[in-house]
């Protein structure tokens, strides 16, 4: 038993079962045993793998990406380049390794990261060395200027609350103790105000998820972007319209139960994208594009055949790999969506439409 989940079935114990929201955070974000604030969950000694850690390739598409829209918007002399779950800080240093011949950009750009986990904020310190990044615990904490932000596999992260439609109302997932162990169990049917607008397109038995903080931090972007000018760019997994149960636990690479053992494996859920660009009140937002078409639109391709030229071998074999791994619809290419969020009556980035 991992200490966490003797806290948890200790505290279900005493007060009922948790909604599936209040397990993912104290999975996650727990101070002495949540899965963020102690380990570096990423590549090949972590859990996961996530698109920069896959190849330097789609940083420098992004990074050059938002360098044009700065362009478009008139090159503003002071911006915020920043980043919501940075990981180790290798996306930022590979957009900023590809538009450090962009005239003007580095001078104009501060770098700022949002980001809770301890350890992954000293990765972070050590890949951008020499670049000064600032940090902070919450996109509110950020100061008011144009915003250029990227926010790659942070959506997916936040804790999710989770419905099973009923005839007589919704069921809400809860993480309750049986025999000793943590399981899922429903809680009696409700009529639930919130997911009256779901009652159109869906029957019993179907599930929905809801993700209680996205809407609040699109909107805070949002209105940062309104005020101030500036885009971002959200790429994550999910579908414009949450329909069934996406809950997942990853444990070294493999799907694993997510109730086994709390705080030692990643625990996430597709996004919502319809939800995140109905929050994103006040700007313009770009149509939802899989991931592999913005890239292909952006010419990871054609960057891809330059970097391959000097390779050979096993080197080329995984270059190879990596490019359709993230372009195959297959793979990440149609799995992974992307928004962008420009001012209204900006032009969107390139690679997006309207």
């Known amino acids: 038993m991992t200490a966490l989940k003797d806290i948890l079935i200790r505290q279900i114990a005493t007060t009922g079962p948790i909604t599936l929201a209040d397990y993912m955070t104290q999975c996650l ?14 590549g090949q000694a972590g859990d996961f793998t996530t698109a920069p850690e896959i190849s330097q390739m789609f940083g420098e598409m992004l990074g050059l990406c938002l360098a044009q829209t700065w362009l478009d918007q008139g ?22 390794r590809a538009t450090r011949s962009v005239p003007g950009f580095h001078a104009a750009a501060q770098i700022h990261l949002v980001e809770a986990s301890p350890t992954l904020r000293a990765a972070q310190a050590q890949r951008l060395a020499g670049h000064s990044p600032v940090w902070h615990d919450s996109i509110a904490d950020l100061p008011e200027a144009p915003l250029f932000l990227i ?41 639930i105000q919130a997911l009256d607008h779901r009652l159109a397109d869906t029957t019993p038995g179907q599930i929905v998820e809801t993700c209680a903080p996205a809407a609040p931090i699109a909107g805070e972007i949002a209105r940062r972007i309104a005020d101030h000018g500036g885009a971002t760019l959200i790429f994550d997994y999910g579908g414009w319209r949450s329909n069934g ?50 890239l292909e639109r952006l010419g ?28 195959h619809p297959q793979e990440m290419g149609s799995l992974f969506k992307s928004l962008a969020l420009v001012p209204t009556g900006a032009a969107l980035p390139p690679g997006f439409d309207a």
């Not at 070294?252 to 109730?259: K, L, T």
Request: net charge negative; proline share 6%.
């Open 300 to 327: 990871i391709t054609t960057r891809a055949q330059s970097l391959a030229k000097a390779l050979s071998g096993a080197a080329l074999e995984s270059h190879i790999a990596a490019h359709r791994r993230l372009t």
């Open 151 to 191: 926010a790659n596999e942070f959506f997916d992260a936040l804790p999710i609350r989770q419905f099973t439609r009923d005839d007589k109302g919704w069921r809400e997932t809860m993480v309750a103790v049986q025999d000793g162990n943590l399981i899922a169990a429903l809680s009696d049917p409700a009529p």
């Open 245 to 294: 149960d996406t809950f997942q636990a990853l444990e070294n690479h493999q799907h694993a139960d997510p109730f086994a053992h709390p705080g030692q494996a990643d625990l996430t859920a597709h996004v919502d994208f319809e939800a995140l660009a109905k929050s994103a009140t006040g700007v313009s937002s770009s149509a939802m594009t899989p991931q592999g078409i913005v």
């Open 29 to 42: 974000l727990h101070p002495q045993h949540g899965y963020y604030t102690t380990r570096d969950p990423l």
């Open 75 to 96: 090159a503003p002399q002071h911006i915020l380049l920043a980043e919501l779950g940075p990981g180790r800080g290798t996306l930022m240093a590979d957009i900023l």
